[in-house]
Nanobody, 121 residues
Framework: QVQLVESGGGLAQPGESLRLSCAAS????????MAWYRQAPGKQRELVAQ???????NYADSVKGRFTISRDGAKNTVYLEMNSLKPEDTAVYYC???????????????WGQGTQVTVSS
């Protein structure tokens, strides 16, 4: 099994920066991809950014040029650096990990508990 622990988030003013972290722990797995999703009140959960085990990244158009996703493979940790924050970035941010479970020979998706990001003056 894979456990995810998120940290970071909080309150920021427009134009400021925040950094999210998500660490995956457990044993017997190999990470295929890590991502951040967000869900604003009354809206569907949407992909913010994703990074594969090979380092390929993709971003939602709304965050391109402002957010950067990165990962530390040795620590099984993914980061989301959020710059030039806007009020519309306000949402609960969820870590998402797609991992290959060696003993089961299957790939499974895991979700973090979510962390609130609020951008307001």
């Amino acid at each position: 099994q894979v456990q995810l622990v998120e940290s970071g988030g909080g309150l920021a003013q427009p134009g400021e920066s925040l950094r999210l972290s998500c660490a995956a722990s457990g044993s017997g797995f190999s990470i295929r991809a890590m991502a951040w999703y967000r869900q604003a009140p009354g809206k569907q959960r949407e992909l913010v950014a994703q990074i594969t085990s090979g380092g390929t990244t993709n971003y939602a158009d709304s965050v391109k040029g402002r957010f950067t996703i990165s990962r530390d493979g040795a620590k099984n940790t993914v980061y989301l650096e959020m710059n030039s924050l806007k009020p519309e970035d306000t949402a609960v941010y969820y870590c998402n990990v797609r991992a290959y479970i060696i003993a089961l020979l299957v790939t499974t998706t895991y979700w973090g508990q979510g962390t609130q990001v609020t951008v307001s003056s």
